[in-house]
């Protein structure tokens, strides 16, 4: 090896990646990442926390019969957090959600807060009766009951003999 191919070795073994020092580095390199995207992409931004990307709101809809049911799971949203709209064939469901834990005797190398906003609308296969509509908050489970304009038949059946 020449004296100028060692140089370039002992420099190249100088060189310790970002993530030898800690998963905190790699947390500090991921933030900075969210951070400036935020900035090239949010136009009028304030410096407070922003959240670009809306969580999805993940639903059941099922059918039974004189109704639809519509099931969201929403955990650590209250009922005051939640807007709910139905029309003639949609459901709208969207809720917006912070919380903020403080404690006031730490030093604090790094704090987070938490908030969350979601949004979901559904297309309804038939007519409802938007007035008459039912919602329930259980344990974190959004529960809405739409009444359908005409309730649908039950299907006939018939048994089928194989040969």
Same mark, same amino acid.
């Given at each position: 090896?020449?004296?100028?191919?060692?140089?370039?070795?002992?420099?190249?073994?100088?060189?310790?990646?970002?993530?030898?020092?800690?998963?905190?580095?790699? !947390?500090?390199?991921?933030?900075?990442?969210?951070?400036?995207?935020?900035? &090239?992409?949010?136009?009028?931004?304030?410096?407070?926390?922003?959240?670009?990307?809306?969580?999805?709101?993940?639903?059941?809809?099922? !059918?039974?019969?004189?109704?639809?049911?519509?099931?969201? !799971?929403?955990?650590?949203?209250?009922?005051?957090?939640?807007?709910?709209?139905?029309?003639?064939?949609?459901?709208?469901?969207? &809720?917006?959600?912070?919380? +903020?834990?403080?404690?006031?005797?730490?030093?604090?190398?790094?704090?987070?807060?938490?908030?969350?906003?979601?949004?979901?609308?559904?297309?309804?296969?038939?007519?409802?009766?938007?007035?008459?509509?039912?919602?329930?908050?259980?344990?974190?489970?959004?529960?809405?009951?739409?009444?359908?304009?005409?309730?649908?038949?039950?299907?006939?059946? +018939?048994?089928?003999?194989?040969?």
């Amino acid at each position: 090896m020449t004296d100028n191919n060692i140089e370039n070795n002992k420099e190249r073994k100088e060189i310790v990646p970002f993530w030898r020092s800690g998963f905190s580095e790699l !947390d500090r390199v991921f933030d900075n990442f969210k951070r400036d995207f935020e900035h &090239a992409f949010a136009p009028g931004f304030t410096g407070k926390s922003l959240h670009l990307f809306e969580d999805t709101l993940a639903c059941d809809l099922a !059918d039974e019969g004189d109704k639809f049911v519509v099931t969201a !799971d929403m955990p650590r949203i209250k009922k005051e957090e939640i807007n709910l709209h139905v029309g003639d064939d949609y459901i709208d469901i969207s &809720a917006e959600h912070k919380e +903020t834990e403080e404690e006031k005797k730490k030093k604090y190398l790094r704090k987070e807060h938490r908030e969350v906003s979601i949004h979901r609308r559904l297309s309804l296969p038939e007519r409802v009766k938007s007035s008459d509509v039912k919602a329930k908050l259980n344990d974190g489970v959004l529960t809405v009951e739409i009444p359908k304009e005409k309730p649908t038949p039950e299907p006939k059946t +018939t048994k089928i003999n194989i040969e």
